[in-house]
């Protein structure tokens, strides 16, 4: 998200998402049918590289968080029914990149720019394709620190 610094020269100032924490969670059954609640972060893994050697790393790779902020998007203006959240028109319901319009982000402000952030999905334990699957968002409990 943006906010005008000073509207004479309308300079803009990125700010920071805030919000409460949500965990967020895949549910969908194992072999033998039962329902299971698995964290989204088992199932994203810091990117590898390989062959992109102009993307300088400086750090090592954190571990996926458990959960996101509930950054809220941003709800607009319809000429026709109901106010409606950007994250509605742009797509960028949880996101891990930050546009600013999303429901759901990573804390901090998330660019293209930031090498630290290349993910990539950890297909080992998730199930096959056409499975139905249920997103859980829950709102984390402040008192659980992860």
């Known amino acids: 998200m943006q906010q005008v610094l000073d509207e004479e020269s309308t300079r803009w100032i990125p700010v920071p998402p805030a919000g409460d924490p949500i965990e967020v969670s895949l549910v ?3 072999a033998k049918g039962k329902l299971g609640e698995h964290p989204i972060s088992k ?3 810091p990117a590898q590289m ?3 050697d102009e993307v300088a790393i400086k750090e090592k790779p954190k571990a996926f968080p458990f959960s996101f902020l509930f950054a809220g998007s941003h709800l607009l203006e319809s ?4 106010r409606k959240y950007a994250c509605e028109y742009s ?3 949880i996101s891990i990149s930050t546009f600013g319009d999303e429901l759901l982000c990573l804390p901090g402000i998330h660019g293209h720019q930031n090498a630290g952030l290349a993910w990539q999905v950890n297909p080992e334990g998730l199930p096959d394709i056409g499975t139905a699957v249920i997103l ?3 709102p984390k409990d402040k008192n659980n620190k992860q």
């Open 136 to 138: 859980r968002l829950r």
């Open 91 to 93: 797509g960028n319901v």
């Open 50 to 52: 390989n062959g992109f």
């Open 43 to 45: 199932f994203v893994s």
């Open 79 to 82: 000429k026709e029914g109901p």
């Open 28 to 30: 969908f059954p194992d």
